[in-house]
């Protein structure tokens, strides 16, 4: 046989041979340590024989001429014998390989692909192949072998489905293609406006979210708050796609939890924390009034005064907050009344921020019992030790509100 014939054999030995065709080659085989040694008349017939190979009968050629005219004349159950045991061979002989990746930039069905943290490249080929978005492991995988700077931020995608392995990773690199549901919680919102803000930047239903923060006792809420007031720490939030209502009020928790931690809270005073820095959040404009209404809180707890604080009585009777309280709200009978109530309200009333927080921990040094915001655009506030000053402050913020129509707007 030649050297071509033995090419034609590999080619089209059918498929699951080739174990019991190595075997045979491997039985035949002997290394010249193996051999018996030879005469040399035995060497030179030997020679001999080797340089006269034995010839066969070339058969592959018109074998193969056979098997495609049977295949491309599709014949039935020929046709199928002849791919069903020898397609690699075919495809191989005629080039028609198969593809292992798709080309363009998908079919328009979005797929939604995460990445999770501590994922390394062949994940992110594997999810990407289980997902329907590239044809094969490889094809993704030998881009990321080929360029070892590639790296992927953890997060949610958008691909599509049957995109190239190129478009795939381009598509994954690129920051836009990231999906964020975000929203921005203010300090000094109350818990009602903080998951409006909360369903308005994530398009869950607000009744999500009524029912989330309807149990504190899924969030480690301590059982004197009477809700979740206080406990929902302001700032930008960006959730990934597939997260619930519960999930999201259980991030804001979690949030304050470490806001306090970190300023050095202890776990058993973390309520009376948030309930001072909740009035100070909402009475103070200014950073540094911060540090002096804390002041004022304590030196009235001290003296065993009222804290007749306008922003914790207005949120009892629900009111929106206008400058000056109300005959009703001033009189009500409810646990936030602090001008009927001694000590603090029962619970915070609004999402107090790090300065407030702060603010609770270092309060400034000074004999203040009183303090007016006297200009309501700036914030400028007066701070004073006796009511005859505090009167006096209350008559300049009563003249600021009638010196012009755009003063009186901030003082309805």
Not at 379 to 395: D, N, P, W
């Given at each position: 046989m030649?050297e071509?014939?033995d090419s034609?054999?590999?080619?089209?030995?059918?498929k699951?041979?080739e174990?019991?065709?190595a075997?045979?080659?491997?039985a035949?085989?002997?290394t010249?340590?193996?051999a018996?040694?030879?005469?040399?008349?035995?060497a030179?017939?030997?020679?001999?024989r080797?340089?006269?190979?034995r010839t066969?009968?070339?058969?592959?050629?018109?074998?193969?001429s056979?098997?495609?005219v049977?295949l491309?004349?599709?014949?039935?159950?020929?046709?199928?014998f002849?791919?069903?045991n020898?397609?690699p061979?075919?495809?191989?002989?005629?080039?028609?390989e198969?593809?292992?990746?798709?080309?363009g930039?998908?079919?328009g069905?979005e797929v939604?692909?995460?990445?999770?943290s501590?994922e390394i490249?062949?994940?992110?080929?594997?999810?990407?192949?289980e997902?329907?978005?590239t044809?094969?492991?490889e094809?993704?995988?030998?881009?990321l072998?080929?360029?070892?700077s590639i790296?992927?931020i953890?997060g949610?995608?958008?691909?599509e489905e049957?995109?190239?392995?190129q478009?795939?990773?381009?598509?994954?690199?690129?920051?836009?293609n990231k999906?964020?549901?975000?929203?921005?919680?203010?300090e000094g919102?109350?818990a009602?406006?903080?998951i409006?803000?909360?369903s308005?930047g994530?398009?869950i239903p607000l009744?999500d979210?009524?029912?989330?923060i309807a149990?504190?006792?899924?969030?480690?809420?301590?059982?004197?708050?009477?809700n979740?007031e206080?406990?929902?720490f302001p700032?930008t939030y960006?959730?990934?796609?597939?997260m619930?209502?519960?999930?999201?009020?259980?991030?804001l928790?979690?949030?304050?939890f470490?806001?306090l931690?970190?300023?050095?809270v202890?776990?058993e005073?973390?309520h009376?924390v948030l309930?001072?820095?909740?009035l100070i959040q909402?009475?103070?404009?200014l950073?540094?009034?911060?540090?002096r209404v804390?002041r004022?809180i304590?030196n009235?707890?001290?003296?065993d005064?009222l804290l007749?604080?306008?922003s914790a009585?207005?949120y009892?009777?629900g009111?929106?907050?206008?400058?000056?309280?109300?005959?009703?709200?001033?009189g009500?009978?409810?646990p936030y009344n602090?001008?009927v109530?001694?000590g603090l309200p029962?619970?915070?009333?609004a999402?107090?921020?790090d300065?407030?927080?702060?603010a609770?921990?270092?309060?400034?040094?000074?004999?203040w019992?009183?303090f007016?915001?006297?200009?309501?655009a700036?914030?400028e506030?007066k701070f004073?030790e006796t009511?005859?000053q505090?009167?006096?402050g209350v008559a300049?913020l009563?003249?600021?509100?009638?010196a012009?129509e755009?003063?009186r707007a901030?003082?309805?």
């Amino acid at each position: 046989m030649t050297e071509n014939d033995d090419s034609w054999d590999e080619i089209f030995r059918p498929k699951g041979d080739e174990g019991s065709s190595a075997a045979r080659r491997s039985a035949s085989t002997t290394t010249a340590d193996d051999a018996a040694p030879l005469s040399r008349r035995a060497a030179r017939d030997a020679r001999g024989r080797a340089a006269t190979p034995r010839t066969r009968r070339r058969r592959w050629p018109w074998v193969l001429s056979i098997l495609l005219v049977v295949l491309l004349a599709g014949t039935g159950g020929g046709a199928w014998f002849v791919w069903a045991n020898y397609e690699p061979q075919v495809r191989e002989l005629l080039g028609w390989e198969l593809p292992n990746d798709y080309e363009g930039t998908g079919n328009g069905t979005e797929v939604l692909v995460t990445i999770y943290s501590g994922e390394i490249g062949s994940d992110v080929a594997d999810s990407l192949v289980e997902q329907g978005v590239t044809m094969t492991f490889e094809a993704f995988y030998d881009l990321l072998l080929a360029d070892s700077s590639i790296s992927f931020i953890p997060g949610t995608y958008s691909l599509e489905e049957e995109m190239s392995a190129q478009s795939a990773l381009d598509a994954l690199l690129d920051p836009g293609n990231k999906i964020e549901l975000s929203a921005t919680v203010r300090e000094g919102l109350r818990a009602g406006e903080v998951i409006e803000a909360l369903s308005a930047g994530t398009g869950i239903p607000l009744g999500d979210y009524e029912a989330a923060i309807a149990d504190t006792s899924l969030y480690g809420i301590p059982e004197v708050a009477p809700n979740i007031e206080g406990y929902l720490f302001p700032a930008t939030y960006r959730f990934e796609p597939g997260m619930t209502a519960e999930d999201h009020v259980r991030t804001l928790v979690e949030e304050m939890f470490r806001r306090l931690d970190a300023a050095g809270v202890a776990e058993e005073d973390r309520h009376t924390v948030l309930t001072k820095a909740s009035l100070i959040q909402r009475e103070a404009r200014l950073s540094e009034d911060f540090y002096r209404v804390s002041r004022v809180i304590e030196n009235r707890l001290e003296d065993d005064s009222l804290l007749q604080f306008d922003s914790a009585t207005q949120y009892g009777t629900g009111d929106t907050g206008s400058v000056w309280s109300s005959g009703e709200a001033l009189g009500a009978d409810n646990p936030y009344n602090t001008y009927v109530n001694p000590g603090l309200p029962i619970g915070p009333i609004a999402a107090p921020g790090d300065v407030a927080i702060d603010a609770v921990l270092n309060p400034a040094e000074g004999d203040w019992f009183y303090f007016v915001t006297i200009n309501l655009a700036t914030g400028e506030t007066k701070f004073s030790e006796t009511l005859a000053q505090h009167e006096a402050g209350v008559a300049e913020l009563r003249a600021w509100c009638r010196a012009s129509e755009e003063n009186r707007a901030f003082c309805a």
